[in-house]
């Protein structure tokens, strides 16, 4: 799938913007500050319904404006459609698929694809778990419908469990009412926490492969689920019955401690994904180079993970990532997206790319939201 052309209207830092892409590699040049960052955003939005960088949606309408426009026709094996999404200071957003207005914001998810790779993802492999599980679930919310509806609903049920937990606190402990919750909080979850470990085990093949290729073969990377119950290292595959099981265990383990602290403590909202190079746990060890190089590593292996599911490779934004990698681990990336995935990809400084002739490059140069095609 890919953005055959974008149009934006007084989004950010842009007045009106129309321009077509290609389906290979686009690079936008620009100094600091001039939208190349507003440009990747308005496309993540596309996808997600969301920008990446804020949840307040009045921040992505041009501040003298108080509505804004986002718009692209995008190819796909569903054919070639456009999108919409409108921002406005006073209503909530609206999307358009076609002529079609959608319901809701997760309705818009699966019709475009993206992988997005900003500085901000290098926080992946040493920041908080939530980062971990907000990358799991923005891929698996994208290629599956069911993981999307999963989620909600247990999200649901986990803030009305939570709620009762809070009304109960200071009463005398009435643990009956709980487990009316337990039993669909267990079952959502398990669906969750089940697809979530197949997934990281496919990909952490397709990981370790990249991690090699990209890093010269000198360094082992592995990736490993880690569900909330296990903090030990885990190396076979486990089934929903299993999860299922441990799950109902920590619940009875913590009933004590739920009550008195008036929040439910286990559940996958407590997950990790582990990386390690070497056998060193990378959260405590890899250098900012290895830590780049795990998050590339690893977006490949979500790329090919997505195009596994979905039968097409996603769209790839990657925002001023590239530059800081020594020269050899950027031709390499760039030899091993090559022609398969439409790529956008943001720089400072054109010079630092070389990708070869294999690729259909169009380029651009953003100065003050304004492109302008070639240097
Ligand atoms: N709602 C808005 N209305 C108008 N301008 C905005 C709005 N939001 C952000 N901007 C401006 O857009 C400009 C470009 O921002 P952007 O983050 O895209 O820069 P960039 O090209 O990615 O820069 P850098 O190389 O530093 O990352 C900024 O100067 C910012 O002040
Ligand atoms: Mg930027």
Known sequence: MYVEALELSRYRN????????????????GNNAQGKTNLMESVYLLATGRSHRTFRDGELINWDREKAQVKARIKSSMGRFTMRVILSRNNRKRFWIGGEELNRQ??????????????DDLQLVKGSPSLRRHFIDLCLAQVSRVYRHDLVN????????????????GQKPQSELLSVWNEQLIELGSRVMYRRAVAIEIMARFASVSHSQISGGDEVLT???QPFYNTGLHN????????????NEALEKNKKQELRRGTTVVGPQRDDILFEIGGKNAR???????????VLATKLAELEFMQEEVGEYPILLLDDVLSELDLSRRTAFLETIGNKVQTLLTTTDRGHFSPGDCLDIREYTIHDGQLTLGE
């Open 14 to 29: 842009y007045e009106k913007l129309s321009i077509e892409l290609t389906p290979n590699l686009n690079i936008f040049v």
């Open 223 to 225: 990736m490993r689920y």
């Open 154 to 169: 247990y999200t649901k049920v986990l803030q009305q469990r939570n709620n009762l937990l809070k009304e109960l606190l």
């Open 106 to 119: 997760s309705d818009l998810m699966g019709y475009v694809n993206v992988i997005l790779f900003s500085p």
């Open 284 to 294: 405590q060890f890899a250098s900012q180079g290895q830590q780049r190089t795990i």
């Open 236 to 247: 076979k595959s486990i089934s929903m019955e299993e999860i299922a099981q441990e799950f």
